[in-house]
C-alpha cells in the first residue's frame, strides 16, 4: 500500500464543472457524465490542464443512499449547459494526503481523519450543499490514463479551519 505523509497545502478558489448522481453505482454515474460533457469540449486528454475532483454526498444525514459528485476545473467562462452545474471549490488552508490504489481509499481516510484529529488543525465541518450533506474532496491525478484502479493517484483534501 502506498500511502504519502499528511501535508498542508492552500488552495486557490476554483471554478468548477459539477457532474452529479445518485444511484446504485453513483461513481460510475457521475463519471460517465464528466466524461460525455468533456469530451465534447475537447477537455478530455491528458494535456488539459483541468483537475478533477470527487466527493460523496448523502441526501440524509444517514450514511445510505448516497450520491457522488465529480467536479471538473474549467475556465471561467464557461456556461453551465443540461444538468452540468457551474461551482467553486473553496480556497483555503487543506490538509491533503496521496495515496495510490483505489482499493487503499478507506486506509488513507482513516490515516487523514487520524491526523487531523491529533493535529492543532480543525476540520471546517459538514455543510449542506444543493445534493445533500457533503466533506473533503477526492482528486483524481490520473483521471485522464486508461490504468487499472490499483494504479489510480489521488490526492484527499480537507478544507481547516483558519
Known sequence: MTLDEVRLERLKKMHVASFHAVSDTPEEDAWKKLETWAKSKGLFKKTTEARVFGRNTYPTKNPEPHGYEFLMTIEENVEAEGDVKIKEIPGGLYAVLRFTDLNNIGKAWEKLWTWIKE????????????????????????????????????????????
Open 119 to 162: 493535529s492543532k488543525h480543525e476540520h471546517v465541518g459538514w455543510k449542506k450543499g444543493e445534493h445533500g450533506w457533503c466533506t473533503s474532496y477526492e482528486e483524481h491525478l490520473t483521471w485522464y490514463e486508461r490504468k487499472p484502479p490499483e494504479e489510480w493517484v489521488f490526492d484527499l483534501w480537507v478544507d481547516l479551519k483558519k
